[in-house]
């Protein structure tokens, strides 16, 4: 890629980050275009669709949280972890406001330009997800799909105005819910 096309590239992402967190996932392509100082046709030259722009913004998140994922597998317990990397996978998709709906699109989508990230990201929760269940600390009637469907669940939650303030309440019933030994001393 020559420099000033690579340039143009960063400057699209650092504004699409931007606009998409205070706008939502829905956000104006065009003013995405004019905040990285570029016009509309520069845009659809890197991105030709909405959906290849988000992938560009989430693909790097959810890189992040795959080796997070590997990190935590011998850093904490198994409960621990998959909780650690549950609330972070949940802030991923909060921070990208209205993300969710593509996120979960995306993942029964092979041909989704999402799709590869989202599988990516669910593989790596689901191998935490096991080693807590190998542990017996979680439910073991759960897969990598049900996580995944949580963390859009959870990220959906935090995104409504009335619940806002009761996402930190609503992820910890959640977690306890999926760890049975959270769910045993909440109880008590």
């Known amino acids: 890629m020559r420099a000033d096309a690579k340039k143009n ?8 980050r931007d606009v998409v967190a205070e706008q939502g996932a829905d956000a104006s392509l065009r003013d995405i275009a004019r905040r990285a100082g570029v016009g509309l046709g520069t845009l659809y030259r890197h991105f030709p669709t909405r959906e290849a ?7 790097a998140c959810f890189d992040e949280l795959t080796t997070r ?12 972890a998959l909780v650690s990397w549950l609330r972070e996978a949940v802030t991923v998709s909060r921070n990208y406001r209205g993300v969710t709906e593509s996120m979960m699109a995306a993942i029964a989508d092979p041909d989704s330009a999402l799709h590869a990230s989202c599988v990516t990201m669910r593989t790596a929760g ?3 997800l096991a080693r807590a269940q190998d542990k017996g600390l979680a439910r073991p009637d759960m897969d990598g799909t049900d996580l995944f469907a949580l963390i859009g669940a959870l990220a959906w939650l935090g995104d409504q105005a ?6 930190d309440h609503l992820f910890n019933i959640i977690a306890s819910a999926i760890l049975t030994e959270r769910a045993g001393s909440e109880r008590t």
Do not use: H, I, M, V
Request: net charge negative; no cysteine.
């Open 9 to 16: 590239y960063e400057q699209l992402l650092t504004a699409a």
């Open 53 to 59: 722009l988000l992938d560009a913004l989430l693909r």
């Open 69 to 80: 994922a590997g990190e935590l597998e011998t850093s904490k317990s198994p409960g621990d």
């Open 126 to 128: 689901a191998r935490l």
């Open 162 to 167: 009335a619940l806002a303030q009761r996402a």
